[in-house]
């Protein structure tokens, strides 16, 4: 790694040191901006000020006004993980991933895409705005099998009462289990924003990059079953595969060097400014007088610049693979490489009007931007624009039954000219035994994504010209947080949906099919200190489409969480379990980081994935430690191990057990 990153990390890891010696190991006593948190500390020693020790954080994201508190909870192990239980993934933590339920692109305008490892991602709409009374850290390390190992570091203070800055940093390094899978991501986010003394002037400002490094071996060789024979490939990695076959077996974690694989790049930058027009007032305390603003206009400047590249590379493409999968005449010569790089810039005036001046979180917006594209390929540089106006009502009432949402883009002119999203969703309060019910409706018209143009770097040969794709979702649910159950449903009306097959040939939907999910959660109190979490997830397809899901996929937690008695320790223990119905499962192709449509190859689980775990928190120090696919374990040929694998998608299966274990820590100075 980067020698700047071995800096960047001991600098915080010095902060964390500091601050855990100034108060090692507490719960933050105090901490009312954290949720569902133990019991407050005392000192015994003396009586303190309780001011000394407290805390109040709370964050809010870029297009919402409404703050959140941290989740200090310890149930959920995937709150900490980067892929979540509904994904399937090639293996490997940092390879591709994708969603088992349909997923489409439900956002009209220029799309590079490049979205298989969007899960490890920092993003702007994830950016949380900080308001703090005291700096705050957080520290957490998981170690796992095969030298898997992941860092996420946070730091986040108020210069002044009205100015906070925020540091985050993750790091995601895997080896794997097979031969020519080691994953490097780094991510690097610093946001801060800025609130006049008067509240008429708001300032936001973030920058965040994100380093994705995956090798990828394009599957292992299926030529005879590899996965079977433990006497000759007991060790996994001895299995050969489609690509990278030369990468010397046992290759360490220090090596995070790219043989054959994907190297992908982005960087994003956004300035907001906003000025308010509105009415003063204030509240007078016995010690103070709190100065207050209620808007009623507000002007809003955007400037976003981001960049993007994308790189494939094989030093040494000694392999049919090429000319098998892809077609080439010829193997292509030692350190081929494919890439593409885009620039982007936005900028964007918008105009608020607040109906209610006391309820920020009822408005009225109407903007027009102007974007302009940059990109270079393997035959030159092409610039493009666009001109598109937005526009949005928002409405969650102050009493917090009525949640209205309604938004609309359209693009005048450019590139994406024509293209066309909408959405408007209702969310109402029934009772306190149904919770809330919601709809909405979406409507996306919008130009397939550049990848399948014939211009891009990696588009091999003529790909044929596209109609415009339209989505149209109707959706429904009904939630009730109190009671931890909720249920919910998609209807997708798709015509021209544009896809991959056989590894790397673009094409096009040529008539309307549907697609019905229907999603439920509940978690069960078998008794106070058991618990069983259901989820299941039921997918359809109807009409002649290309898209293959699974029928149902559940997921299971059986656990127990109770204190044991100590006043400070929470911990909670049990297994999880998920599983899929049989279908067929997306191909990937490694040279352009996408997953495909096949028809041929069937997926079906050996066994349910079966994980066990033990988690617990001491005031402001959690662990967890899992045993992950333990349903991998069988006897075969006279030998006992973890070698029943289950596959991901062809080619691409799991690896045996995998133990991790993970420590955070949350510090406050």
Known sequence: MK??????LLLLLFLSLELTAQNPMRRIPGMSGIGRGGSQG???LKRRDSSEDSITIRFRYLDTSRLNMLDSSITDFRKRFPIPVDYAFLGNLGQAARPYGFAPRMESGWDHGFHAFDIYKYKPENVRFFQTTRPYSELGYLLGSNAEQSIHLLHTQNIQPNWNFALQYGLINAPGLFKNQNTNHNRYLFNTDYHSNNRRYNLYFMVLSNSMQANENGGIKNNENYLDNVTTYEQRVTIPVNLGDYVQAGQSFLNSSLNTGNKQRSTSMMLRQQYDLGKRDSIVTDSNVVQLFYPKFRMEYNLNYSTYKFRYYDSNPDTPFYTTRYDFLVTPASDFSIEERWSE???????????????????????LSVQNLTGQFDDGKRRFYNLFGHGEYRNKTRNKKWDIEAYGKLYFAGLNNGDFNASGSLKRYISKNIGYAQLGLQNVNRTPSYIYETASSFSFGNQPGFNKENTTRVFGSLENDLKRWRVGGSYYLVSNYTFFRDFYKAD????????????AEKTFRLSKTLHWLARVQLNQRIGDGPVNLPLLFTFHQ??????????????STGIEARYHTAYKAAGYSPLQSQFFYQDEEEIRLELPDVAA????????FAAYLRAENLNTARIIDGSFGFTNHNLAAPNYPYPGLQIRLGIFWSFVN
Do not use: M
């Open 508 to 519: 096009q939907a040529s008539g309307l099919f549907n697609v019905v999910q229907v999603d």
């Open 3 to 8: 020698n700047s990153v071995y800096i960047y």
């Open 345 to 367: 810039v936005i900028n964007d005036f918008s105009l608020y009007s607040f109906p209610d001046s006391k309820n920020p979180q009822q408005f009225l917006k109407a903007g």
């Open 42 to 44: 005392q000192d015994s």
């Open 558 to 571: 059986f656990g127990f969480t109770s204190s044991l008695g100590f006043k400070n320790l929470l911990l």
């Open 613 to 620: 775990y033990l988690n617990f928190r001491i005031r402001g």
